[in-house]
């Protein structure tokens, strides 16, 4: 009677406290069906290098996540920023005129919903806000900066599988 009652117990602990949903800790592992989150800071996030260059202002700088997860980017930061799809195998130079390659249109978020695979941007995205998702739709990897930070380095990657 004891054990029957004491096995009760550790399965109530092994399920948790949480009824109706998962562990936060859960939601971005392999599977694919989470929101991964990317932070946007260019005070907290400072410039780190990455097998692709340096980079700042995107937390993690490199983002694993799975085919069927979405993405978001979150402006934790004073100022507005964008995070814009650049390219799927480097981070583009600037223009020859010196300019960044992120044009202005990435400044209006297309009505469409976007998927990762496609060229994509969060649009401006004001201070304390966050972006729609973007869903992870194809494996590969994603370079992407900021409209107003490119040429400052404020860059990241993103790699799907
Ligand atoms: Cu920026």
């Not at 993690?60 to 100022?79: C, E, L, W």
């Not at 995070?83 to 300019?99: E, H, I, Q, R």
């Amino acid at each position: 009677m004891k054990r029957v009652v004491l096995f009760g117990l550790l399965a109530l602990l092994a399920t948790g406290c949480t009824p109706g949903g998962q562990p936060a800790s859960t939601l971005s592992a392999v599977g694919g069906n989470g929101v991964v989150t990317i932070d946007v800071n260019l005070t907290l996030h400072g410039l780190t290098s990455t097998p692709a260059g340096p980079v700042l202002g995107y937390s993690p700088p490199v983002t694993s996540v799975a085919v069927g997860d979405a993405i978001q980017f979150v402006n934790s930061d004073n100022t507005v920023h964008t995070a814009t799809f650049v390219s799927k195998t480097a981070y583009a130079p600037p223009l020859p005129d010196g300019s960044s390659p992120i044009g202005s249109a990435s400044l209006t978020v297309p009505q469409s919903a976007q998927v990762l695979s496609q060229a994509w941007t969060t649009g401006a995205l004001p201070a304390g806000t966050a972006s729609g998702l973007i869903r992870v739709d194809q494996p590969g990897t994603y370079f992407y900066g900021c409209f107003y930070h490119y040429l400052g380095k404020m860059r990241g990657e993103i790699v799907a599988q």
